[in-house]
């Protein structure tokens, strides 16, 4: 079966830092595209990051550039997405996905995880 688990949210005070992860298994990360999407409370998802099969090109939505930093390791079939100088609106539930090829539409996506809630106040 395919899996996709996120981990490591919670509670953080703004400026603070926060990484989550997300564990694949039953199809071939290494392969795959992989993506993080996020929805915040009564919105609809937000695309955040994605890194390419080849692991070398990755982009990030302009609300995340320069403080979020997405990375993936394939001996541990794991991303990561490391964020730094949260803000309240990064509050959201944050939802890895995988998908055949890098794209930003998360429509698009094959696999999604069931989601780890990060959420920013003081």
């Known amino acids: 079966d395919v899996r996709l688990v996120e981990s490591g949210g919670g509670l953080v005070q703004p400026g603070g830092s926060l990484r989550v992860s997300c564990t694949a298994s039953g199809f071939n990360f290494s392969s795959s595209a992989m993506s993080w999407v996020r929805q915040a409370p009564g919105k609809g998802l937000e695309w955040v990051s994605s890194?390419?099969?080849?692991?070398?090109?990755?982009h990030y939505a302009p609300s995340v550039k320069g403080r979020f930093t997405m990375s993936a390791d394939n001996a541990k079939n794991t991303l990561y997405l490391q964020m730094n100088s949260l803000k309240p609106e990064d509050t959201a539930v944050y939802y890895c996905?995988?998908?055949?090829?890098?794209?930003?539409?998360?429509?698009?996506?094959?696999?999604w995880g069931q989601g780890t809630q990060v959420s920013v106040s003081s």
């Open positions: 890194i390419g099969s080849d692991r070398t090109m990755i």
């Open positions: 996905a995988a998908s055949e090829f890098m794209g930003f539409v998360v429509s698009s996506y094959t696999y």
